[in-house]
Structure formats: structure tokens, C-alpha cells
């Protein structure tokens, strides 16, 4: 079976750009959830995604959006691109929502 | 307020020693609590998972401790290798909305 993969790996983009995130979930998982890792910090939730609908959401801006699709397989969209969201963006996936979750290796977005 | 704290915020140990990771929560009601680990740049990978009636659960030289009733967790690691220096997180899950509540980590060094 595969695990998390997350595309980019790395990505820099320019202060008020958009950036599209891209995360495929483990074979057999339905449920998605996008974080967000500042630099010695712990992940932060941003939102969960459970059959294709949202399913929880934590404490970030409207310009952050997601989207699953009927594969599972997730998007985090970032519009208007602020100095403060360059970070390691995590993807987990899970059975079901509250289940184990087994992550991405992250994409490192830097905003310049 | 951080909902889960962790400490020591880092720790350096020699090759062979043994060491122990706090983890202290207030996140409510409780739902399990997970231990991961998380080299740099990378995502984070489970150690293990422990639900309200379990007080002790192992993995290999990984052990962890759940006290619910004074919600303290913590995590020893045995004859410590190179291998182990990494960012250790503590994660609790509350039962309402399925979010997982994130530690900022102890960063680990294993010197030789």
C-alpha cells in the first residue's frame, strides 16, 4: 500500500501570489486533513476534508481553501500570499475522521 | 494558551542513555493521545496511540505513559541511538470535532 505523498516538495512563491497544494492519501483513506508547521513549532490545524466535504476547520483565514476529490486525494489553495505563510505545510490521511493518521512528508512553501 | 505543552523544549543525551519526554494537557473531553515522531523536514510518523483506559503502551525501545486523571503523558526513550534525534510531538485528540491538538515538540540530540 502507499503511504501520504505530497507535491511540491518545495516551492517559493512571490508575496500576494496564490499557491496550490497537492496531497494523495493513503490507498483506502477518506479522510484528509491539512496542517500548517512554522519552523520549531508544532502543526497547526487548518481544515479536514471527510468524502469530499469539509469536515472541521481551525483558526485560519477564508484564503485558505481546500477541495477532495472522488479519489480522496486533496488540494490546499492559498490566495493573496502573506510573509508570515511560509511553512511546512502538512497532509494527513486517515480511515475515517478521529482515526490513525499517517502524514505526508510536507511541502516547504516559502513566501518571498 | 497551548492546549498540550511539552517539555523539556530540547535535550541533548549521549549515544546509549536513556531519556524521558513530558507531555501535559488540558484538551477536554479526551479522546487519545498519540506520540510522534518528526525528523526535520519531514512529516511526522506514529510512535503510538493511547485511549482514557490505557496507562502504558510500547514500541520497540519507545514507551509511552498516560495518567488521564492528571492528563500527563510521557514518553522514555531506551538505549538512545543517532537515529533517535529527531522532534518528538505529543497530539490529543478531543472527542468533540475529531481535532487533534498539537504539542510545539522536544527536540532530541543523540550525540555520540
Known amino acids: 500500500e502507499t503511504g501520504v505523498t505530497q507535491s511540491p516538495t518545495h516551492l517559493i512563491k512571490t508575496r500576494g501570489q496564490q499557491v496550490t497544494l497537492r496531497c494523495s492519501s493513503q490507498?483506502?483513506?477518506?479522510?484528509v486533513s491539512w496542517y500548517q508547521q512554522a519552523l520549531g513549532q508544532g502543526p497547526q490545524f487548518i481544515f479536514q476534508?471527510?468524502?469530499?466535504?469539509?469536515?472541521g476547520r481551525g483558526n485560519f483565514p477564508p484564503r485558505f481553501s481546500g477541495l477532495q476529490f472522488p479519489n480522496y486525494s486533496s488540494e490546499l489553495n492559498v490566495n493573496a500570499l502573506e510573509l508570515d505563510d511560509s511553512a511546512l505545510y502538512l497532509c494527513?490521511?486517515?480511515?475515517?475522521?478521529?482515526?490513525?493518521?499517517?502524514f505526508g512528508s510536507g511541502t516547504r512553501l516559502t513566501v518571498v | 494558551k497551548n492546549q498540550v505543552e511539552q517539555s523539556p523544549q530540547s535535550l541533548i543525551i549521549l549515544e546509549g542513555k536513556n531519556c524521558t519526554l513530558q507531555?501535559?494537557?488540558?484538551?477536554?473531553?479526551?479522546?487519545?493521545l498519540r506520540w510522534y515522531k518528526q525528523d526535520t523536514g519531514r512529516g511526522p510518523v506514529s510512535l503510538t496511540i493511547?485511549?482514557?483506559?490505557?496507562n502504558t503502551k510500547s514500541n520497540g525501545r519507545y514507551t509511552a505513559t498516560l495518567d488521564a486523571d492528571t492528563k500527563q503523558s510521557s514518553l522514555h526513550i531506551t538505549a538512545s541511538q543517532l537515529s533517535d534525534s529527531a522532534s518528538y510531538i505529543c497530539?490529543?485528540?478531543?472527542?468533540?470535532?475529531?481535532?487533534?491538538?498539537f504539542g510545539a515538540g522536544t527536540r532530541l540530540t543523540v550525540k555520540p
Open positions: 494527513a490521511s486517515s480511515l475515517s475522521a478521529g482515526d490513525g493518521y499517517t
Open positions: 490507498s483506502g483513506h477518506n479522510t
Open positions: 476534508y471527510y468524502r469530499e466535504e469539509e469536515n
Open positions: 507531555c501535559n494537557y488540558t484538551v477536554s473531553p479526551f479522546s487519545n
Open positions: 493511547m485511549t482514557f483506559s490505557e
Open positions: 497530539v490529543v485528540s478531543a472527542t468533540r470535532n475529531n481535532d487533534m491538538r
